[in-house]
């Protein structure tokens, strides 16, 4: 998929990993729609000045059902041919103390919307036989730790979900990426260190949104169907997806109940 006078959105443009691949877009010559809670004049000129061809603002609260909807008939005309899904919150806790709503919203950005917003858009991908979702999992999917048990449960759905439609779009012209984002240097990062850490020492492995977002880049133009990390976040991974019990040994060591 060649990302130069491509349609992209992307849910979570204002800071991080949405911002920073807004940024290499933009670079790259495409029309950018940006979702956002509310408009940012700043961050258009920003993007027009790196060479997006268009940017548009829409402003949404996907964090409810009837805002995901109210996007997308305001979508019905957009072309879309890259659908990055990077909107997300953050939970965690010893699983009794997180707040209910908190967890009910979390479902619903991370998950519901992510379902949502792909469901609206695919159709006309499909009319078009072009086109790439992209959906922002976690090495959560696979890293059981203790503390991030609901955060945990909504990117191992995304994980399964992405893969499921991946099978589905075969021979459709229309791809998928999932990504199994190590830690990234971004202000969610930063809340792991508060919800976390009174029962769980967290690895404090992080790259910047920047770097994330040129591999990203290279994931789209290349094709890849999943990016996963490397180095020691990516031996993690291995030895959580294919030697559990020595994983569990790991975390058990810098967990505490009280």
Request: charged share 25%; hydrophobic share 40%.
């Amino acid at each position: 998929m060649e990302i130069a006078n491509r349609h992209v959105l992307v849910t979570g443009a204002s800071r991080g990993i949405g911002k920073a691949f807004a940024k290499m877009c933009a670079e790259d010559k495409a029309h950018l729609h940006l979702v956002l809670r509310k408009t940012d004049p700043e961050a258009v000129k920003s993007l027009e000045a790196a060479g997006a061809k268009s940017v548009t603002v829409w402003e949404a609260d996907l964090s409810t059902r009837q805002g995901v909807e109210d996007l997308l008939q305001r979508l019905k005309d957009i072309p879309v041919d890259i659908l990055f899904n990077n909107a997300g919150t953050l939970t965690g806790g010893l699983l009794e103390e997180q707040p209910l709503d908190d967890i009910y919203r979390m479902f619903q950005v991370n998950l519901n919307a992510l379902v949502h917003l792909t469901h609206g858009l695919l159709p006309g991908m499909l009319s078009r036989k072009r086109g790439k979702i992209i959906n922002n999992s976690s090495v959560s999917a696979y890293m059981h730790f203790p503390c991030a048990s609901t955060y945990a449960a909504s990117k191992a759905a995304v994980a399964a979900f992405t893969d499921c439609i991946r099978m589905e779009l075969k021979e459709t012209g229309v791809t998928t990426l999932l990504l199994i984002t190590p830690g990234i240097k971004t202000r969610m990062f930063d809340e792991i260190e508060t919800l976390y850490s009174k029962n769980f020492q967290i690895p404090n492995d992080s790259i910047s949104p920047s770097k994330y977002a040129e591999m990203i880049r290279e994931a789209v133009l290349h094709d890849l169907d999943v990016m996963e990390p490397s180095g020691l976040t990516g031996v993690g991974l291995k030895v959580a997806k294919f030697i559990k019990p020595l994983f569990e040994i790991e975390v058990s060591r810098r967990f505490k109940r009280s």
